[in-house]
């Protein structure tokens, strides 16, 4: 037999693994646009920001309000020990995000659980939607 | 979007967590990025000497706010590794920690160093 077959021996946990991997690397597309990642929501009261930065402490994180953004600042510590694999990354971070809205200063919250901070940011009252009641009054038809 | 892919994208998808794998003198620590995940929602088996961690992290996305931008949604993690005979399987523990699991896999008694007294 000229042909080698060991190195199927394993083969569905290879299939396995390349399944992994594809779905590793199909992450991989789909985040490092920037970091740490974010979701915005909105209504007509708050947006809410979400961060998802894991193995960092929510008490550790630095959000600063300017004027016009939010800056998400903080570090992900390096464990100890001796790496044999190492795939997490670690070190300093900030992300901006532009508020094209003004926003109540005073009312911002953030909350976070399981590596993901909450920040809720209310609209200013001069930007939030306003309903106007019309109030009817008695009409007269036009006459041409 | 077609129709398509507005169901693929609220469907979790699957993840394979980094991990970190550290080597400290009182066995190995293997460290997964899991965020989202909350303790009961992670499930970890050993099986002969593979060792598997699952989890899940399901967002509501019922509520009244609107989504405006989204770089992450709901992910369904699932990673396996295979044990050396220097590890302790009876012995494993794992910390969960602001979204990152640490497994803890203490050296096998066997595994460790000893010292041979000289009789006689």
Same mark, same amino acid.
């Given at each position: 037999?000229?042909?080698?077959?060991?190195?199927?021996?394993?083969?569905?946990?290879?299939?396995?693994?390349?399944?992994?991997?594809?779905?590793?690397?199909?992450?991989?597309?789909?985040?490092?646009?920037?970091?740490?990642?974010?979701?915005?929501?909105?209504?007509?009261?708050?947006?809410?920001?979400?961060?998802?930065?894991?193995?960092?402490?929510?008490?550790?994180?630095?959000?600063?309000?300017?004027?016009?953004?939010?800056?998400?600042?903080?570090?992900?510590?390096?464990?100890?020990?001796?790496?044999? /694999?190492?795939?997490?990354?670690? %070190?300093?971070? #900030?992300?901006? !995000?532009?508020?094209?809205?003004? &926003?109540?200063?005073? @009312?911002? /919250?953030?909350?976070?659980?399981? %590596?993901?901070? #909450?920040?809720? !940011?209310?609209?200013?009252?001069? &930007?939030?939607?306003? @309903?106007?009641?019309?109030?009817?009054?008695?009409?007269?038809?036009?006459?041409? | 979007?077609?129709?398509?892919?507005?169901?693929?994208?609220?469907?979790?998808?699957?993840?394979?967590?980094?991990?970190?794998?550290?080597?400290?003198?009182?066995?190995?620590?293997?460290?997964?990025?899991?965020?989202?995940?909350?303790?009961?929602?992670?499930?970890?088996?050993?099986?002969?000497?593979?060792?598997?961690?699952?989890?899940?992290?399901?967002?509501?996305?019922?509520?009244?706010?609107?989504?405006?931008?989204?770089?992450?949604?709901?992910?369904?993690?699932?990673?396996?590794?295979?044990?050396?005979?220097?590890?302790?399987?009876?012995?494993?523990?794992?910390?969960?920690?602001?979204?990152?699991?640490?497994?803890?896999?203490?050296?096998?008694?066997?595994?460790?160093?000893?010292?041979?007294?000289?009789?006689?």
């Amino acid at each position: 037999m000229v042909i080698d077959f060991s190195s199927f021996h394993d083969f569905p946990r290879e299939v396995e693994k390349l399944l992994d991997d594809v779905a590793r690397f199909h992450d991989a597309g789909y985040r490092h646009s920037a970091y740490p990642e974010i979701n915005i929501a909105e209504d007509d009261q708050n947006y809410y920001v979400e961060i998802r930065i894991p193995g960092v402490d929510p008490k550790e994180l630095d959000l600063t309000l300017t004027d016009k953004s939010l800056v998400i600042r903080g570090e992900r510590p390096a464990a100890e020990g001796r790496y044999l /694999r190492n795939e997490r990354g670690s %070190g300093s971070f #900030q992300r901006i !995000l532009s508020l094209n809205v003004p &926003v109540d200063r005073d @009312k911002v /919250r953030a909350s976070g659980a399981d %590596g993901i901070m #909450q920040v809720v !940011l209310p609209k200013a009252d001069s &930007v939030r939607p306003r @309903k106007i009641t019309i109030t009817a009054q008695d009409s007269k038809a036009i006459e041409v | 979007m077609n129709k398509n892919a507005a169901t693929n994208d609220a469907a979790p998808r699957r993840v394979v967590p980094a991990s970190d794998i550290l080597e400290r003198e009182e066995g190995f620590h293997i460290l997964l990025d899991v965020p989202g995940v909350a303790r009961d929602g992670i499930s970890i088996e050993v099986e002969e000497n593979e060792l598997t961690v699952r989890g899940s992290y399901a967002r509501d996305e019922t509520g009244g706010a609107r989504l405006v931008h989204r770089e992450f949604g709901g992910v369904e993690y699932a990673r396996s590794f295979t044990l050396t005979d220097m590890v302790d399987r009876e012995n494993i523990a794992a910390t969960l920690n602001h979204g990152v699991l640490d497994l803890f896999l203490p050296r096998a008694a066997a595994a460790k160093p000893r010292r041979i007294e000289v009789s006689g």
